[in-house]
């Protein structure tokens, strides 16, 4: 092979989406003699993406995790351990276990919460982590009428379908319990219009079929605070809300890891090349989450773990033509689809490609068994590491 330098040393950090992608195509794509590790803090990673099931009793807590351990199994080196600093200048990491030196750094360490954003809202439900999804699906199995509050805080938040899916499996929940009469369910969000990111058409149709289902939609209104009985919640339209449950979609940020490394450059999120999503330190890549890829004006790739996923193989691409010293592969095109389930056996598919010359190309499918079917075959490829 061409200029071809053994003993390059590939890291990743994150074991999500975008890190497991990127450790996945890149052990494949480059020979054994280069390492591939990858390091995360939790051996056993979550499907978030159940939790909109999960809070209705239709997912079992056991089935939403995998073990990255298993990627040993795949000549990835796994290594659990906490990273404290990145160093882009010495190429190296700091983590609990000691210290990694890298040719090629992939950071994938998704996004943190900021419950502290909102205050009260640690009192209040929530369904973006596996703790908070336990504790709502608790609550929802006693609840039997009143009001329910679905309220974000601000974008960008992790799959904007996500309030909306969790919306409509309350509702089915409760017609399934007989309480749906007694109940009112709101859904609250910052932005103007629902799911706009996938385009105007998207955001009307889904408005309709929330009307439909009796879900109130309120557009304008980021929750800022809980009141601290967690009885009321309050908006940044300065309306307020009195409900029995109130569930929230927290402040997103950067880790603060990242943040101390400069790669964010005091931006929110890390900047990337659109095409390579290499970050402003040569040979160092941020994926999913973490990063921002712009789009049209002022717009950003949603943050989901299909856009993750892809990401994470298009970067392991290009650090292997660069390894291989080989073509460079295609621009990253930002395709992928996410799942907005109606009920156990009807998803819609929201997404599309958006990184394309003639502008984004997204939409939102309509709801069909088939789309539950590759939603139910998605969670299982997740789970086998085939994702
Ligand atoms: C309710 C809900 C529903 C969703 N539904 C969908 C869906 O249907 N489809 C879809 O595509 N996406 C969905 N998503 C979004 C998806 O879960 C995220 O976008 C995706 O997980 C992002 O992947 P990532 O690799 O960027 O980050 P993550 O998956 O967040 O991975 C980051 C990893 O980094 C590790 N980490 C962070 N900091 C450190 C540190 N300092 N030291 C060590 N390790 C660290 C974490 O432990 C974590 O494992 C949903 C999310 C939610 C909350």
Known sequence: MPGHTPGKKVVILGGGFGGVAAARAARSLIPVEHSVTLIDRSRVTRLCGMNPMLIVGERDVRKTGRSLGQLANRGIEFVESEISSIDTAGRSVQTAAGAYEYDYLVVGLGATYDWGAVPGSDLAYSFYDLETSRRLRRRLSRFRRGRLVISVAAPPYKCPPAPFETAMMIHWYFRKQGIRKDAEIIVTI??????????????????????????????????????????????SDGSSLAADVIVTVPVHRVPRVVAESGLTNGKPWTPVNANTLETAASDVFAVGDVNVVPFGEGRAIPKAGVFAAGQGESVAATIASRILDTAPPPAYDGSGECFLAYSTTQSAMVGGTFLTPAGPQVGLRPPSMSGMRSKERFEKDWRRFRI
């Open 190 to 235: 910052p932005e103007p219009a629902p799911l706009a990111v996938a385009g105007p058409a998207a955001s009307a149709r889904l408005r309709d079929d929330l009307e439909r289902r009796g879900i109130e939609l309120r557009t304008g209104a980021g929750v800022i605070s809980v009141r601290p009985d967690a009885m009321e919640a309050v908006y």
